[in-house]
């Protein structure tokens, strides 16, 4: 359980970079436009993708999201760890409505609530 408290720090933070890698990525995409895949179009779209400056940073949080996670797992339980990491689910949907304007439905609140207990229990196991 020590290692778990001296590790939970590192694990929010690689939900708060999962989650900024998250927004990034959908801002990123928004910016791109009207994503057509048609044979002739792809060129055209995989260069705006890889220069869009929102979609780069989105990839950067990831990457020094893993990072932090190959550091966490070494040090605690993925039992314990991976169940917490949750808690991204819960925060990217708040990030989601309150950045990008989109809504939680009822349902979706319902779901939230039972991430929440859920990583309430995984962290008092």
Avoid at 25 to 52: D, H, I, S, T
Avoid at 78 to 87: E, N, R
């Amino acid at each position: 359980m020590t290692q778990t408290l001296t590790t939970l720090p590192l694990i929010l933070l690689c939900v708060f970079l999962n989650t900024g890698a998250q927004i990034l990525l959908k801002l990123g995409v928004r910016g791109v436009g009207e994503m057509c895949f048609a044979l002739q179009g792809l060129p055209n779209l995989a260069w705006r993708l890889c220069v869009n400056p929102a979609i780069i940073g989105g990839l950067g949080l990831y990457v020094m999201s893993v990072a932090l996670w190959l550091f966490v797992l070494s040090k605690v339980e993925v039992s314990v760890a991976y169940p917490l990491s949750s808690l991204g689910y819960v925060l990217t949907a708040l990030c989601g409505s309150w950045i990008l304007g989109e809504m939680i439905t009822p349902v979706r609140w319902v779901g939230i609530g039972v991430i929440l207990v859920g990583v309430y229990l995984v962290s008092r196991s």
